[in-house]
């Protein structure tokens, strides 16, 4: 479930309290008090078999005894109590409930039955919405809600607070309250028994009322629902997270506090990051970044130009921003010349750009206007103290229109209380962001660049394999087979590397020799200088035991060491068991880097992919990072990006800069494995050797296991759906049906604009023609769980689209909406009808309950394929169009693969865009 009903729980139009009291120390009294007092002004019954009045309101003995069923019930008694109450509210037409009551896990007589799950098996035949148990509550200022325990309420506003903390809803009402920020919901999540974060995320995310979005999280239930709710909210509005829980200790307070996974810190990072959003390390910083974000130009780089009116503050800006691994701009040739002619000789001749304590007002405009022109400056910090020789507010007003038209971010740091607090004043009331340090100026503005930055991984989703690349999936598949037949979860490193070689990832020669004298013939089969390892299925660090001998020049050498090796692991793990060596050439790069790369699984997100510095001492170094399969070259490089060996990659004195793209080849090919061969559950190339010449993997280790129910998470982010790719014979040509892609961005373009005005008018009730990038990645660029989108391209041609059609389903798929467009050259000629089946075996075979779309009244061509596919004729909002709607699951209707369709004279109908 998830925003089903939730307009009752967010907007109700009335509210009972179950547990009304006038005690001066109950729950129930308080909730009352917040409502009666909040302005709300719907009706607000009590309910509490004690009373005949509550505070002054009539109160009745039972839900069903009251008037009318209110939307939204604030259930105050008893945990014992609650299951029934429930029961009595749905059956009584209520539709939504706010559980403040704590200690629903204990049994409640009815078997094995926890009363919460009690509570939950009385809400779901009716779907009554619950939020909590164990919450503060709710509170919609601007309609006067508060149905809440709080000991205050919210001021109205436009930013939605989600915590999952009640202790935190309290203290966050109070502090923002004395600064005067408002919210257009506040809402304490409880233990999250129906209504979580996804489902608030979804609804939220759709307000018109809500411009930002502020989560307090500690822990999530299930990855792809969150990420899903979170990508599609984000693409809309700002969403802000912190997160509890980046030490070990921390991770163990929050699991134990909501009884769910925390998950790996660095893992919930990367998820935060593909998903958009933006976390934040304090609850100041939360509030502090959606001010930044609302105000603020967008952001087009990350190269930061400082003004300030004496040297210190500019350095302290300049320190700030190398610590959080900013960028200093390089001012252009020509702005340096404008500068020198507006400032004093004494100038700093750089930046941050130093204009000296006895500016004047001109000279803070001519500084920042020639800032402002500059294509090499992406943001600017202006930062003043307060002096005798212009008032702040003064060069406040001054600036301030040139600030708002500079195109590009500009933040404020007024240094000092009142000889500032004019400017400041100035500055906020034109929306301009202004900060009390240089240091917060500097926090805020990498904010914004890692929002930017966030909001690039966002619009990712990689195609189904990088072009050219057909890895050999058959061979890959059977070494893993082989080796859960024969119960074995760690393969040996040749089998390891024939993996590795099926995806197309370099790997050096590797032999195997079961016995000393073939290790010595492999050697020279191979050629000298050779490495030699053991190959023993029981251990897994070869080189702790002297299983690793490197660097053997002659047949002598390896004879020699192998006798070594077997003896020295006789005596050192005399259990394990030998099947002999690996002989593998010696690979001489002395300018190459040793990398790790690989995949693990987290217990929450799934697989992850891993990069990092490599070699023996990998733990030791700790540098890694972690991304989310799938990849493609852009996320693949903002993975590397974000470790310390990526600037040793880069070239430094007379090293070479390492081959990049093919780092990147090697990461993305890994994401591909842990997309097909789903028995893989751990695998580490360490070392991956990187140079000028490129990569090769010298060592691999891969662990396999057939995945009990549950054992192992889906990928958090669904990658792209190969299997609903379709091959079929219209018309002498042979077609390929498949989902569209992000690399279809081009092509879908170039489709749009071979559209006659009137089919685009009849697709989307008008004739523009003009389409903003933001908008044609939001069309091939999907999220899979919740939208679709099939091609129909040529299999001679596949440059070429010749149609489309879409369905976008609600967030509990419910509902979808469907559109379709085909070229209009090829209009009448049955395509359409082609499309439109596709679109609907999919919806059903998904479990999407209708189909939906609107179509205008004049085309007839569309009404009737709808027609003869069963859809009823509904009146539909837009004035000039009908509602056709297919119930999927009913049995028995038309639409079923293989009936017969005839093609209709026009094929374009509207639904999502």
């Not at 509005?237 to 163990?252: T, W, Y």
């Not at 100041?284 to 105000?295: I, K, P, R």
Request: with cysteine.
């Amino acid at each position: 479930m998830s925003v089903r009903n939730l307009e009752f729980l967010l907007t109700p139009h009335s509210v009972a309290v179950i547990g009304a009291s006038d005690r001066p120390d109950a729950i129930g009294t308080i909730v009352m008090r917040n409502l009666l007092a909040g302005g709300f002004a719907g009706p607000i019954y009590a309910v509490n078999p004690k009373y005949d009045r509550v505070q002054g309101t009539r109160c009745y003995a039972r839900p069903d005894q009251l008037p009318e069923a209110p939307d939204l019930a604030v259930v105050c008694t008893p945990p014992d109590t609650v299951p029934d109450v429930i029961a009595r509210l749905a059956a009584r037409g209520t539709r939504s409930a706010v559980i403040v009551t704590a200690g629903m896990d204990a049994a409640c007589g009815e078997g094995a039955r926890t009363r919460r799950q009690a509570m939950l098996d009385a809400a779901r035949p009716h779907l009554l919405r619950i939020l909590g148990p164990d919450c503060i509550g709710l509170l919609v200022p601007g309609i006067g809600l508060n149905a809440s325990f709080a000991h205050t309420t919210a001021l109205p506003g436009d930013i939605a607070f989600i915590s999952q903390s009640g202790a935190l809803v309290t203290a966050v009402l109070d502090w923002a309250r004395s600064r005067r920020i408002g919210f257009s919901h506040f809402v304490s999540a409880g233990e999250r028994a129906d209504v979580d974060i996804a489902d608030l995320l979804d609804y939220l995310g759709s307000d018109a009322g809500t411009r930002a979005i502020l989560l307090y999280l500690e822990s999530i239930r299930s990855a792809r629902k969150f990420l899903s709710s979170a990508r599609a909210a984000a693409r809309n509005k700002p969403v802000i997270v912190v997160k509890a829980g980046r030490s070990a200790e921390g991770a163990r307070a929050a699991a134990s506090h909501t009884g769910a996974l925390a998950g790996a810190d660095d893992v919930f990072d990367a998820a935060i990051r593909r998903a958009g959003m933006l976390r934040v390390d304090t609850l100041l910083d939360l509030f502090d970044t959606v001010e930044t974000l609302s105000h603020q130009t967008q952001l087009h780089g990350a190269r930061v130009a400082v003004i300030s009116n004496g040297g210190g503050a500019g350095v302290l800006a300049a320190d700030a921003l190398s610590l959080a691994d900013g960028v200093l701009a390089e001012l252009a040739p020509d702005t340096l010349t404008r500068l020198g002619r507006a400032l004093p000789a004494r100038w700093s001749h750089a930046n941050p750009v130093d204009i000296v304590g006895d500016a004047p007002v001109q000279r803070y405009v001519d500084v920042l206007q020639a800032l402002a022109d500059d294509s090499n400056v992406d943001a600017i910090v202006l930062i003043h103290a307060p002096t005798a020789v212009v008032p702040a507010d003064a060069i406040a007003r001054a600036c301030v229109p040139l600030m708002r038209r500079a195109g590009k971010p500009v933040l404020t740091c007024w240094l000092g209380e009142d000889a500032v607090a004019r400017a400041r004043a100035l500055c906020h009331d034109a929306g301009i962001a202004d900060y009390a340090t240089p240091e917060e100026a500097v926090r805020a503005l990498m904010h914004l660049v890692t929002y930017r930055r966030n909001q690039e991984l966002l619009l990712q989703m990689p195609p189904a394999q990088s072009e050219g690349f057909d890895p050999q999936r058959g061979a890959a598949a059977e070494v893993v087979t082989r080796a859960l037949r024969e119960g074995r979860e760690i393969l040996t490193e040749p089998e390891a590397k024939a993996i590795l070689r099926a995806y197309g990832i370099p790997v050096v020669d590797t032999r195997v020799a079961s016995s000393i004298d073939e290790a010595v013939a492999a050697a020279r089969a191979i050629g000298f200088p050779v490495a030699l390892k053991v190959l023993s299925p029981g251990i897994v660090h070869k080189s702790d035991l002297g299983g690793v001998a490197l660097d053997l020049e002659d047949a002598g050498a390896v004879h020699t060491a192998a006798a070594a090796m077997l003896e020295r692991i006789g005596s050192l793990r005399p259990e394990a068991a030998l099947n002999g060596f690996t002989v593998q050439s010696m690979v001489r790069r002395p300018d190459a880097y040793e990398l790790i790369a690989g995949m693990a699984v987290d217990p929450l997100f799934g697989p992850v992919i891993v990069f990092g510095h490599g070699g023996t001492a990998v733990e030791v170094i700790a540098d890694r990072a972690v991304a989310l399969p799938p990849l493609n070259s852009v996320l693949a490089r903002a993975l590397v990006a974000r470790t310390r060996v990526a600037k040793l990659l880069a070239g430094y004195r007379q090293r070479p800069r390492a081959d990049l793209d093919a780092i990147y080849d090697v990461l993305g090919k890994l994401s591909q494995l842990v997309i097909d061969l789903p028995q893989v559950v751990e695998l580490d190339v360490n070392p991956l050797l990187a140079d000028d010449e490129g990569v090769i993997a010298l060592d691999a280790r891969v662990r396999v296991r057939l995945p009990k129910d549950g054992e192992r998470e889906p990928l958090a982010i669904r990658p792209y759906p190969r299997e609903l790719e379709e091959r079929i014979e219209w018309r002498a040509r042979a077609l390929l049906l498949r989902p569209i892609r992000p690399d279809d961005g081009e092509r879908h373009l170039d489709f749009l604009r071979k559209l006659s005005s009137e089919d685009i008018r009849m697709r989307v009730f008008h004739t523009r023609r003009y389409i903003a990038p933001s908008e044609l990645a939001r069309l091939t660029q999907l999220d899979y769980e919740r939208e679709m989108a099939f091609v129909a391209v040529s299999t001679d041609d596949a440059t070429e689209t010749l149609g489309v059609v879409r369905a976008a389903t609600d967030p509990e798929n419910a509902r979808a909406e469907f559109g379709i467009v085909v070229r209009s050259d090829l209009k009448g000629q049955g395509l359409g009808s082609i499309l439109f089946d596709k679109i609907i075996r999919y919806c059903r075979q998904r479990g999407t309950q209708q189909l939906i779309g609107d179509v205008l009244r004049e085309n007839t061509g569309m009404l009737e394929m709808a027609r003869r596919r069963g859809f009823r004729m509904d009146r539909s909002p837009e004035p000039s169009a009908v509602r056709v709607t297919l119930d999927l699951q009913a049995p028995g209707i038309p639409g079923e693969p293989g009936q017969p369709r005839a093609s209709p004279p026009q094929e374009v109908g509207r639904g999502s865009s």
